[in-house]
């Protein structure tokens, strides 16, 4: 959530600023002179400071603004929005700052609303309604519908009506995205798949399988939902956004030339592969109850990408793979990190993996953006894997990774309880917004309360639920196993770009 620091010791433009604000969703503190607005900047770096002209020398004789210039830590602040008592209609005020915007009072709130929803940073939830209406058939356990219902939870929640977040809708992507990750045979063969019909000379490219039916427009859906992550990565790439969420993207299973485990085509490699064009570096986190191959084998040997995946283990779980030892190979030895879990492991056990290994590899690695794969299969209801994890993992997870990454592109992933990944994921798109979803539509949909019967909680949050006992021990003995093993095997192979 912006931050807003608003100083002026008059008590009526305060009144109006902090009610739009506040209304708007911004946090905002108020300071009547230079001395309390400076400690109240060096305490919290504002992302905004709407500054009465009148601070600058005319009140207590410091030019606010010149002492934020001075100050290194304060250089940070974004964005300045000068408010000046000329009167309305007159000229701009004569002096000119750079980066700052003026307003002249009086302000009418839509005027400041407006003006302060331009200057703060942005994120982007990209959708496309019709990415839910494709189906992959009847008895399938993924049910692309799941991204309606997360945007009707969000809707109810107002988290998509703040004024610093675009709904962005996105367009497909041509072949020649495509073919940065995918052999070009395989994509005519997904192509020839679009109507929905079988031939067996698909079954080569894993097309017409339990997992990766032909589907009509299984070929349009899955360019929509590379389109959508291509275009969260340009839009944090560009600047002007922080964050962008593709719920609808995340098919890490998807290989260079066959379809595998629900994904045809693997918008994550592609997107990363044109972000490496551009010279970015890229860290890859994935919370997938599923290992993310398709985006380890990808980069296995790529130093420009650091892939880390939490996942239940190989052992118990598809695609029966990324053990700790799989730890990237030549110039991505070091690069590539595994955290495999054992079933039942619980948000205590998979937070206190996370926190040991993710922080510290990231601020390592150094990148330029970082990509979030927060796919809610290992979410205690779900149907396909056994973790027993709550929304609240995820979330906490997430706020992580917001923070620690310059700019953030998150993806949905898996999900097979329907409403447990709705919530979960209006849960996470909230608290990567820094807002905590009040409890006044209690996580329901049509007026029906979502959940499980175990974990059902007031709200959009999981009540929690913890495994206990011996079984508890074993699991977590296993995991301070793996992670000593990642500290110590690939902790000192990792380098910051020079
Ligand atoms: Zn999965």
Redesign the pocket.
């Known amino acids: 959530m912006a931050r807003i620091l608003v100083v002026d010791n008059d008590p009526g433009f305060v009144r109006m600023a902090r009610g739009v604000l506040y209304t708007d969703g911004y946090l905002v503190q108020v300071a009547t002179d230079s001395s309390e607005a400076l400690s109240l900047m060096e305490h919290a770096i504002p992302d905004l400071v709407l500054l009465d002209n009148q601070f600058r020398r005319e009140i207590d004789g410091v030019d606010l603004m010149d002492a934020m210039s001075r100050n290194t830590r304060l250089r940070q602040i974004p964005k300045v929005i000068v408010v000046d008592s000329a009167p309305e209609g007159s000229d701009e005020p004569g002096d000119s700052l750079e980066n700052a915007l003026w307003l002249s009072k009086p302000v009418k709130p839509e005027t400041l609303s407006d003006a302060v929803a331009g200057q703060v940073t942005r994120t982007a939830f990209v959708y496309s309604p019709q990415h839910g209406e494709y189906e992959y058939g009847p008895d399938h356990p993924m049910e692309p519908r799941r991204a309606l219902e997360t945007v009707e939870l969000c809707h109810k929640y107002g988290l998509l009506d703040k004024p610093w977040v675009d709904v962005v809708e996105p367009q497909p992507a041509g072949v020649e995205d495509m073919v940065l990750f995918h052999d070009r045979d395989y994509l005519a063969a997904l192509q020839e798949a679009n109507d929905g019909v079988f031939v067996e000379s698909m079954i080569e490219f894993g097309l017409g399988t339990m997992d990766c039916p032909v589907f009509p427009g299984v070929y349009d859906y899955s360019a929509l939902a590379t389109g959508g992550t291509l275009l969260a990565a340009s839009l944090v790439d560009g600047g002007r956004y922080d964050l962008a969420f593709n719920l609808s993207g995340g098919f890490h299973h998807a290989h260079h030339r066959n379809a595998e485990g629900f994904c045809y085509v693997n918008d994550i490699a592609i997107a990363i592969r044109h972000l490496l064009r551009k010279g970015r570096r890229i860290a890859y986190v994935d919370l997938?109850?599923?290992h993310g191959d398709g985006v380890q084998d990808a980069f296995y040997n790529d130093n420009r990408v650091l892939t880390i995946s939490l996942h239940e283990s190989g052992k118990t779980l598809f695609p029966w793979s990324g053990f700790e030892t799989e730890i990237g190979a030549g110039d991505g030895r070091g690069y590539n990190i595994n955290v495999p879990l054992p079933p039942q492991t619980d948000d205590e056990v998979f937070l206190e993996a996370f926190h040991k290994v993710v922080p510290e590899a990231v601020a390592a690695f150094d990148p330029d953006i970082v990509f979030a794969l927060v796919?809610a299969?290992g979410l205690l209801a779900d149907p396909?894997?056994h973790l027993a994890l709550t929304n609240n993992a995820y979330a906490e997870a997430a706020m992580v990774i917001e923070a620690i990454s310059p700019e953030c592109v998150v993806l949905g992933?898996?999900g097979y309880q329907m409403n447990s990944v709705a919530r979960a994921w209006c849960l996470t798109w909230a608290v990567m917004n820094g807002i905590e979803p009040e409890d006044e539509y209690a996580g329901t949909i049509g007026g029906m309360m979502l959940g499980t019967e175990y974990v059902e909680g007031g709200g959009l949050r999981d009540r929690h639920a913890y495994t206990t006992g011996p079984l508890k021990a074993e699991i977590r003995k296993e995991v301070v196993r793996v992670t000593e093993y990642i500290k110590d095997t690939v902790f000192s192979l990792i380098t910051p770009s020079t």
């Open positions: 997938d109850a599923h796919g299969d396909l894997s992933g898996g």
